[in-house]
């Protein structure tokens, strides 16, 4: 059975007449009783590695620090410790990594920051090949 995923959804096809259903379960987090220490939240091994080579390098400065803000992208979130610091913590850390996008609690407040947009071509295309 051919199952897609459209705009954070999956679908797959009814078996009565073939056509995909939205239908979906959202799984629900409970959070555990103790808050992580905020070092626990993302392992920054390889991104300290890399600003080490990088920093040693011979090249130009400014190559060295385009380079720096690059190896960022291989920091390696927690997210499970993530949610649990933040069922944790005040409600203005909340709002930040909300903000921040380390947890998205509310659908609405997810398009507001930018975290859910929906394409006109991509929809168009999906109602194309697969109907309304």
């Not at 939240?41 to 991104?47: Q, S």
């Not at 947009?117 to 697969?130: A, N, P, R, T, V």
């Amino acid at each position: 059975m051919k199952q897609i995923n459209l705009f954070g959804k999956q679908f797959a096809p009814d078996t009565n007449n073939q056509k995909y259903s939205s239908k979906i379960e959202a799984p629900i987090y409970e959070p555990k009783n103790k808050k992580p220490h905020v070092l626990e939240l993302c392992d920054e091994t390889k991104t300290r590695r890399l600003i080490r080579e990088i920093k040693a390098s011979m090249i130009p400065d400014e190559e060295k620090e385009f380079l720096i803000k690059a190896a960022q992208r291989h920091l390696v979130f927690n997210y499970e410790k993530i949610a649990d610091y933040y069922a944790h913590s005040s409600p203005e850390m909340q709002d930040l990594m909300e903000k921040s996008g380390l947890v998205i609690i509310d659908f609405y407040k997810a398009i507001e920051y930018g975290y859910v947009k929906l394409s006109e071509d991509i929809q168009k295309q999906y109602l194309e090949e697969y109907g309304s």
